[in-house]
């Protein structure tokens, strides 16, 4: 059985795309998705272990060997398999190899297509590396399919009115037009010859006032299709993006920007065939019925040779088919690889700078996009020789009609004027039809993009709505946090957690302090279920945090990182922003007052009114913070969690801040830190060194305790 070529859609999900393949072999169907999260998948893509692992899962036998060129000459080598490839020097890529007949490999690459190479040419880029895998006896398959461009239509029976008047003044359009074939087969056949010249004026003004209304209902379609496509963008793309505000943290930090904002790109890609299949369907359909009916009656013989060229034009579909599906895909992966290189190259301009790193990174975006412009051409190029062919077919058709009609006119069969109008006739004809055929490329193209689009619309939001979310009282957050055996590792990584088991008392101002590395982010960020722990559980008072509804929880635990982001707008839009309760304006000055704000606000000209930047660009370190600070003062949830968010201020300034923050009553605070002078004023310190918790207790216990925390302490100092 041959193996059904699947193309990657992001840069690095060749692993899971090879696994697609493999699967489909066996019956199984899986959106990519999934496999991405069964697998580990992530920003610097797959491992072999995590391909290992999601097949097991799937109840596949499988193992990882290093193997030599020998191993192709073996008679039971299971196939398909997946081969691990370096290409050009410069990447790692996974194949399937799915065939092997004699010297040479059949290869379905996710990136290149189905390829042929000899074992000698494939040993200069293969690691040496495979993966072997059989089903095992508990096997079955599965189908999980993610929607296609159907699982849109919804959107567009919503728009019924608007599509109602798109056809009503499209059809009188087309009415008005076969209008004008008639007048011409009158003038010729009977106005001239018989001088009737009143008939001709009276005729020749109303047919003026009808091009007129035909020119109105033609702007009247046109400005309805802008309203329907707008409409429909607003349905396609922002449900999209709201989906995308939606999903779990985790999604974000294995995904590159460009790769996401670039689905957000293919919507229109959707929304422009959606609108053309309206416009087919409802009228295109209507208008080759029934302007054929009139030819068929006109003349049977020219009728049958216009239809002689459905068959080729379908003929000209088929042929391309197959490289339309292969260009978009292509076009579309060249086209996120290109937006993600760019936005990591703004956001990253510092750096870049500081290294006099710009002729690099442009080098390496003008071949980006230099490769999407080969891309983008071979698409164009392949549309562009279609659209000939078919053109060519008309003018032929065309030529043959008047041909043949000129014989018939010369026998009388039919007068000139009906020739005349039977050849203006098919017009309205032939136009409908390549409307028709030419949704091939549109469908084809967006049924690409709805693929890279559901895929991520399959994924589950963050929030879902679940019986074992309890109702609780927001007093749980007052009754301190008990984290018992909690283990934790990004995909199939090395554990960053293992095994921590804390309790932190209610109202106390607590440090979890350790090397970079040691864990210390990653459990204040389990602690507001960014993520979910691997093993063991999180408690607030009795409650189980997965019992916690998480937008409830994020309302009273308030995380704030090192490195918050500012919203282009005021100081104070900053300050309130995602308040469902907008606090006094005393407050907010108390709280300026609090973390030293006031001073900085008192000193710009439009005080709260002074805008920021996107990203706070305008702003320093240290008064980033302070705001970020603020703002999460003013949420006034009961428990906050600083992640090193004092350590762009100076140490009086910090100082003073953390002594305000210490006086909070009845505030639970969990202050990440490297700086020992912060742990030296809280109630108690947790030490963690390599994911683990190695130490705990007051500075007093921990300073001359011979341990880590006294290393720390002697090297602060």
């Not at 795309?17 to 999934?34: D, G, H, R, S």
């Not at 009188?172 to 009737?196: A, E, K, M």
């Not at 060194?689 to 302490?713: D, V």
Request: hydrophobic share 45%.
């Amino acid at each position: 059985m041959a193996i059904k070529l699947m193309k990657q859609q992001d840069q690095k999900d060749c692993g899971v795309v090879c696994l697609a393949m493999i699967l489909n072999y066996y019956k199984t169907e899986i959106p990519i998705n999934k496999l991405r999260e069964l697998s580990g998948t992530d920003i610097d893509g797959t491992s072999v272990f995590g391909l290992k692992t999601c097949l097991k899962k799937l109840n596949f036998d499988c193992k990882a060997v290093e193997a030599e060129s020998a191993i192709w000459k073996e008679k039971e080598l299971p196939l398909p398999l997946v081969a691990h490839v370096l290409i050009d020097q410069s990447y790692l890529h996974y194949v399937v190899v799915y065939k092997v007949q004699g010297d040479t490999l059949f290869i379905a690459d996710p990136e290149r297509g189905l390829v042929k190479q000899s074992i000698q040419e494939f040993e200069q880029q293969w690691t040496g590396v495979l993966l072997l895998m059989t089903p095992n006896e508990t096997y079955q398959p599965i189908t999980e399919k993610v929607g296609n461009l159907t699982s849109y239509l919804p959107i567009l029976f919503k728009q019924k009115k608007i599509i109602t008047y798109i056809v009503l003044a499209s059809a009188f359009i087309t009415l008005f037009g076969v209008l004008g074939p008639y007048y011409f087969q009158g003038i010729i056949d009977s106005f001239i010859p018989r001088r009737t010249v009143s008939t001709l004026n009276v005729i020749s003004i109303g047919l003026i006032f009808v091009y007129f209304f035909q020119a109105f209902f033609e702007y009247s379609r046109n400005y309805l299709l802008v309203i329907l496509g707008q409409k429909m963008s607003i349905s396609v793309m922002l449900s999209y993006f709201k989906h995308v505000l939606k999903l779990p943290l985790s999604f974000f930090s294995t995904r590159k920007s460009g790769e996401i904002i670039s689905r957000f790109l293919d919507a229109n890609k959707i929304i422009d065939a959606l609108a053309s299949v309206t416009l087919s369907i409802c009228l295109d359909i209507a208008m080759v019925v029934i302007i054929g009916l009139i030819l068929f009656l006109q003349n049977r013989l020219l009728f049958l040779i216009s239809l002689g060229t459905i068959p080729f034009y379908l003929l000209a579909i088929l042929a391309f088919v197959k490289a339309f599906d292969r260009s978009n895909e292509e076009e579309m992966v060249a086209g996120s690889a290109l937006n993600a290189s760019i936005i990591e190259s703004i956001e990253g301009i510092e750096t870049i700078k500081s290294y006099n790193g710009e002729d690099k990174v442009y080098d390496k975006v003008d071949q980006q996009f230099k490769q999407l412009m080969k891309k983008s051409f071979k698409q164009s190029n392949l549309d562009n020789i279609q659209q000939v062919i078919k053109r060519c077919i008309q003018l032929i058709s065309s030529v043959l009609i008047l041909w043949i009609g000129s014989y018939l006119v010369i026998g009388g069969t039919i007068s000139l004027g009906q020739l005349i109008s039977f050849n203006a006739l098919l017009v309205f004809f032939t136009e409908p039809l390549q409307n028709i055929i030419n949704l091939q490329v549109k469908m084809q193209t967006a049924q690409v993009a709805s693929r890279r689009l559901n895929e991520i619309f399959y994924i589950d939001e963050e929030q879902q709505k679940s019986d074992s979310y309890k109702i609780v009282d927001p007093i749980i957050f007052k009754e301190g946090i008990w984290i018992k055996n909690v283990s934790f590792s990004y995909g199939m990584k090395m554990p960053v957690l293992q095994n921590i088991s804390v309790s932190i008392k209610a109202g106390s101002k607590v440090a979890l302090v350790g090397i970079s590395g040691s864990g210390k982010s990653t459990l204040a960020k389990l602690l507001v279920h960014f993520h979910s722990p691997s093993e063991g559980d999180i408690f607030y008072q009795k409650t189980n945090m997965k019992e916690i509804d998480r937008y409830f929880l994020r309302d009273h635990v308030t995380y704030v990182p090192q490195e918050s982001f500012f919203f282009h707008g005021t100081i104070m839009e900053n300050l309130v922003f995602g308040l469902t309760d907008l606090p006094s304006f005393e407050r907010i000055v108390e709280v300026c007052e609090m973390v030293q704000l006031m001073d900085y606000v008192n000193q710009q000209p439009l005080n709260f009114d002074t805008l920021i930047e996107e990203g706070g660009t305008n702003l320093s370190g240290g008064q980033k913070q302070r705001i970020a600070l603020a703002r999460a003062l003013l949420k006034d949830a009961e428990i906050l969690i600083l992640d090193e968010a004092t350590s762009g201020m100076d140490t009086l300034l910090e100082h003073a801040i953390v002594q305000n923050l210490k006086q909070l009553p009845n505030k639970t605070i969990l202050f990440i830190a490297h700086r020992l002078s912060i742990a030296k004023v809280c109630d108690h310190i947790f030490v963690m060194h390599q994911g683990n918790l190695i130490e705990q207790g007051t500075h007093k216990e921990l300073r001359f305790n011979a341990g880590m925390y006294q290393q720390l302490w002697e090297i602060d100092s």
